[in-house]
């Protein structure tokens, strides 16, 4: 059985010291549960953050990395700088990265292998738009993302890699994705996985829905036969509501 996975992501919020109460505040409540539970913090917060979540079963991630080691990258911060201070989670590929900052299915694909290199675990976010999805396209979209994502890694590294599967009409609008319709999506990611590198590899896979996760559909979500948790944004930046989602059962 896959294990679930739970994870924060603060996009640009959240100032040091409210970092470090968050996460005071959440370790109690989260201590047994089952779940794995990841925080992706701004890099500001990184270090504070890892130092708060010491011996506590939260783990700390980034929100983005340089694919080069180091060089004349201005405002870049690279694998190995997060992995020096500990970090051991990092999303890659979000759709608002893709969206705004020009991150391509190919720099995503240099960015996985740079991860690993790291020893990083990456978090790579697959999704398809509202319009390719009334174009039927939805499918298609994600399967390809996926493949690209995933391009030259070896079965090991696949089986190390999360997907959360986003897809971009529902984040941060409200609109969530109904169970079914996540899981079909999610199911066709693994069946792409399955054609690639096996079913051993597929069943191995985490796989994330995110896109407007709150406390009312997480149980829902998370309880189907693919959905292997959440990758969760603005109800991940108050304890009260991601403690729910983390102990959803
Ligand atoms: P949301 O964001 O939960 O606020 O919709 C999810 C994400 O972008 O990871």
Known sequence: MRRKVIAGNWKMNMLPNEAMSFIEGLAPMVKNTPNEVILCVPYTDLFYSLLTAQNTNIKIGAQNMHYA???AYTGEVSGQMLKAIGVEYVIIGHSERRQYFGETDESVNKKIKAAFQNELKPIVCVG??????????AQEVITLQTKLALEGLSNEQIKNTMIAYEPIWAIGTGKTATAEDANQAIMSIRQEIANSYGNDVAEEVIILYGGSVKPENAKELFTTSDIDGGLVGGASLKVEDFEKIVNFE
């Open 69 to 71: 080691e180091k060089g």
């Open 128 to 137: 398809e738009t509202l319009e390719q999805r009334e174009q039927g396209k």
